[in-house]
T-cell receptor
């Protein structure tokens, strides 16, 4: 099946700094990628849809100036958490749609962000 | 009322037991129904999907959808310790690949 990677797998940063998370589709191209956030014991919540060559689409309540998304190529999307605060500590997961079943998404392994 | 409700558990069963995991939903516009398995600190992986009422079987797993009751289930037969994970139901309206609505997930532990 299709493979999606994320880097880093975990990161600890100080409050006020920015953190960049990369999401790559390794063996297929993805014009669209999705970014989710998962708090402990909570479900995955879609944050934004990353579109190659155009602006990302953000879900209601997600600050686009705080969570910067750049879909640089057909295999890479990045999420930058700017001016991170402890409440941004979470598990961030990206996904990309597959080529077969129209609604299947392949998920990356996730990035655990801890803001001190 | 949340769009998708799922009992978070935890659910603990002995090895070999039949496991039943369930979700209810409120929006009759949902068309595609999926079950994902998520191991600790990992991304979800798709187990099964279906888009019609009825049963779909794949090995030890059976997905069941009852659209009239807005109820979906995942059954695991002959459960194994390796099945220990969090199981998330997900659904969407179809046509929009991004808008997956997830349940909270049920944490399953299969004891040897």
């Amino acid at each position: 099946g299709a493979v999606v990677s994320q880097h880093p797998s975990w990161v600890i940063c100080k409050s006020g700094t920015s953190v960049k998370i990369e999401c790559r589709s390794l063996d297929f191209q993805a014009t669209t990628m999705f970014w989710y956030r998962q708090f402990p014991k909570q479900s995955l919540m879609l944050m934004a849809t990353s579109n190659e060559g155009s602006k990302a689409t953000y879900e209601q309540g997600v600050e686009k100036d705080k969570f910067l998304i750049n879909h640089a190529s057909l295999t890479l999307s990045t999420l930058t958490v700017t001016s991170a605060h402890p409440e941004d500590s979470s598990f961030y997961i990206c996904s990309a749609p597959g080529q077969g079943f129209s609604n299947e998404q392949f998920f990356g392994p996730g990035t655990r962000l801890t803001v001190l | 009322q949340k769009e998708v409700e799922q009992d978070p558990g935890p659910l603990s069963v002995p090895e070999g037991a039949i496991v039943s995991l369930n979700c209810t939903y409120s929006n009759s516009a949902f068309q595609y129904f999926m079950w994902y398995r998520q191991y600790s600190r990992k991304g979800p992986e798709l187990l099964m999907y279906t888009y019609s009422s009825g049963n779909k079987e794949d090995g030890r797993f059976t997905a069941q959808v009852d659209k009239s009751s807005k109820y979906i289930s995942l059954f695991i037969r002959d459960s194994q310790p390796s099945d220990s994970a969090t199981y998330l139901c997900a659904m969407n309206y179809g046509g929009s690949q991004g808008n997956l609505i997830f349940g909270k997930g049920t944490k399953l532990s299969v004891k040897p």
